[in-house]
C-alpha cells in the first residue's frame, strides 16, 4: 500500500523583495538595493531569477518585470532560494512608484518614500504575489 504524499503548505506568496539602502565598499556611493528571492527553497540548485529593469528617474518610476527562473550556469549542487539583486545609484530622496509585473496580469503598484536615513512604504495593493521587507 502506498503512503499519501506530504505536500507542502502553499505559500502566500511567490516572491520576496529587500529593499534597502547600501553604501558601496569600494566608490564609496550611496544606493540602494533590491534583493529580489523565491520564498520556495530549492534543494539542489540555487537558481536565478529572471528580472528586467526600466527605471525613469524623470517620472521616479522604477519597474521590473519578474519573468521567472533560469537554470545555473555551473552544476555543483548547492541549496537556497533563487535571487536577483539591483543597485540603484542615482536616486534622489523623494516618492518613487515602484511597479512590479508578472507575465500575465499580476502587477503590483507601490508608492515608496525614500529620506536620508530610510525608506518607507506609503501604498502598497491588497493583493500582491510578492512580499516587500525593508531592512
Request: hydrophobic residues 35%.
Amino acid at each position: 500500500m502506498r503512503t499519501k504524499q506530504v505536500r507542502p503548505e502553499p505559500k502566500e506568496f511567490e516572491y520576496e523583495l529587500y529593499i534597502s539602502k547600501e553604501t558601496d565598499k569600494i566608490t564609496g556611493k550611496d544606493f540602494i538595493l533590491f534583493d529580489f528571492r523565491t520564498t520556495k527553497i530549492f534543494e539542489y540548485f540555487i537558481y536565478r531569477i529572471n528580472v528586467f529593469e526600466k527605471i525613469n528617474s524623470e517620472k521616479k518610476e522604477i519597474n521590473f518585470r519578474v519573468e521567472g527562473l533560469s537554470a545555473p550556469k555551473i552544476s555543483l549542487s548547492n541549496p537556497g532560494y533563487a535571487n536577483f539583486q539591483y543597485r540603484l545609484y542615482d536616486f534622489r530622496n523623494t516618492e518613487y512608484d515602484l511597479k512590479l509585473t508578472k507575465p500575465g496580469i499580476e502587477k503590483n503598484n507601490f508608492k515608496l518614500k525614500i529620506t536620508k536615513n530610510n525608506i518607507k512604504i506609503l501604498k502598497q495593493p491588497s493583493n500582491r504575489f510578492i512580499k516587500i521587507i525593508l531592512d
